[in-house]
């Protein structure tokens, strides 16, 4: 089973927990993108659900294959969020933001009743910080913003480059108009920590750093998909 097929597997195992009538949070990502695909489906033959995306490229994936989006704003309540992971650990916590959503993606999670993460095998990880973790950060005080998030690394024993993700041409923006700094600490041995110390400097808009929000991950593997809870 190669890796698509995986995600495949992981985005039909969350697409069981999704009733008719449900209002919807739908996650951006290559993972997630498989279960809108699925999700479509369902729609065409005959579900209903009202979707809030987590990003610009989500909304144009879902109204390409008919299904009905609302915004937050019209659907400040979800009953259900369905979106990928950068890295999972045993106690649920991750790291999003690989495509740039992590703020959109943390807003919509923290207005659903419940969150599902989906993912293959090789997100699950014994401690989050193998990935780079997304920071973003707001452009004004750029210089001034990543030294405090130097200094609250080098606080909590955490080492490693920090950088502005690149883009295109130049630098890249989120759908916010902001900046992402790419941190690479290689561990994370308290997330809690430093998402706490990251939402104290003022520069920052959100971190990756995603803690108490998941309820259930779905992680797929050559064998079928298991599940991880909290």
């Known amino acids: 089973m190669d890796a698509r097929q995986m995600k495949i597997k992981a985005a039909e195992a969350a697409l069981s927990h999704v009733e008719d ?3 919807l949070g739908i996650g951006t990502g290559s993972t997630a993108e ?8 369902k729609v065409a ?25 609302k915004s937050l704003d019209e659907l400040p309540e979800l009953d259900l969020t369905i979106d990928g992971a950068d890295e999972v650990d045993a106690k649920l916590r991750l790291i999003k933001g690989g495509g740039g959503a992590l703020l959109r993606e943390k807003i919509v999670a923290a207005a659903s009743a419940r969150m599902i993460v989906i993912a293959d095998e090789t997100k699950v990880v014994d401690t989050l ?3 780079k973790l997304p920071i973003e950060v707001n452009p004004f005080g750029l210089v001034a913003t990543r030294k405090a998030v130097e200094k609250v690394a ?3 024993g955490l080492s490693g480059d920090i950088v ?4 295109g041409d130049g630098p890249f923006m989120t759908d916010g108009g ?8 290689g561990r994370i041995p308290d997330p809690e920590a430093l998402a706490s110390a990251l939402n104290f400097i003022p520069g920052v808009v959100e971190h990756g750093l995603f803690i108490g929000l998941a309820s259930l991950a779905i992680i797929a593997g050559p064998n079928g998909a298991r599940t991880l809870s909290a």
Request: hydrophobic share 45%; with cysteine.
């Open 45 to 69: 033959g005959g579900m209903r659900i009202e979707g809030v995306p987590t990003s610009e490229r989500t909304a144009r994936l879902c109204l390409e294959l008919g299904i009905s989006l």
């Open 178 to 185: 902001h900046l992402i700094l790419d941190a690479s600490f």
């Open 164 to 167: 502005v993700r690149e883009g």
């Open 154 to 156: 080098a606080r909590l």
């Open 34 to 41: 498989e279960f809108v695909r699925l999700l479509a489906e």
């Open 129 to 131: 910080g193998a990935f």
């Open 21 to 23: 009538g449900m209002r």
